[in-house]
């Protein structure tokens, strides 16, 4: 899944989903790296696929769990 990055990311960061405006980030739902003094909240179940080197497109992967 494609997403928009507020700030680079690392394949081995966390990803966490906007949640509430602050500062310059106004946009809902843009991805970073942090929690930006609790802002954005982890997303449990997608890392980064793709590492991005600033703000922009970055490619998530979505882990869904199998049981039977």
Request: glycine share 8%; hydrophobic share 50%.
């Amino acid at each position: 899944v494609w997403a928009f990055a507020e700030e680079a990311m690392a394949i081995t960061d966390g990803v966490y989903v906007r949640i509430t405006a602050s500062g310059g980030n106004t946009v809902l739902g843009k991805v970073r790296n942090d929690a930006d003094t609790a802002t954005a909240t982890l997303a449990t179940g997608i890392r980064v696929a793709k590492a991005c080197t600033a703000a922009g497109p970055v490619l998530l992967e979505v882990v869904v769990p199998f049981t039977s």
